[in-house]
């Protein structure tokens, strides 16, 4: 019923940046958390960037300064705008919503920061 599609993934190099897009279809509450995680190769998967139920953002330390996020006026979008890519940002991207209980997660996107 719900479902979270990632674009804008790709290669760059160290310095550049990268906007990526999360479209949600469905029923979506207004209530909603909606965000950004990443996981690196050998790494758990990390919160980047979320808009929380409450209203608040909320950013890694790591991306602080570097990325911002976003949404539209429907709380059905959300972007990630990267800028000064690192090395270790390289990671597969994934667009994260909850509502009502449950919690939705896009396919991926992947993201490669080469130095």
């Known amino acids: 019923q719900v479902r979270l599609v990632e674009s804008g993934g790709d290669l760059v190099q160290a310095g550049g940046s990268l906007r990526l897009s999360c479209a949600a279809s469905?029923?979506?509450?207004?209530?909603?958390?909606m965000g950004w995680y990443r996981q690196a190769p050998g790494k758990q998967r990390e919160l980047v960037a979320i808009?929380?139920?409450?209203?608040?953002?909320l950013y890694a330390e790591s991306v602080k300064g570097r990325f911002t996020v976003s949404r539209d006026n429907a709380k059905t979008t959300v972007y990630l705008q990267m800028n000064s890519l690192k090395p270790e940002d390289t990671a597969v991207y994934y667009c994260?919503?909850?509502?009502?209980?449950?919690?939705?997660w896009g396919q991926g996107t992947q993201i490669t920061v080469s130095s």
């Open positions: 994260y919503l909850a509502q009502v209980g449950k919690e939705y």
């Open positions: 469905g029923i979506i509450f207004s209530a909603n958390a």
């Open positions: 808009f929380t139920r409450g209203g608040n953002l």
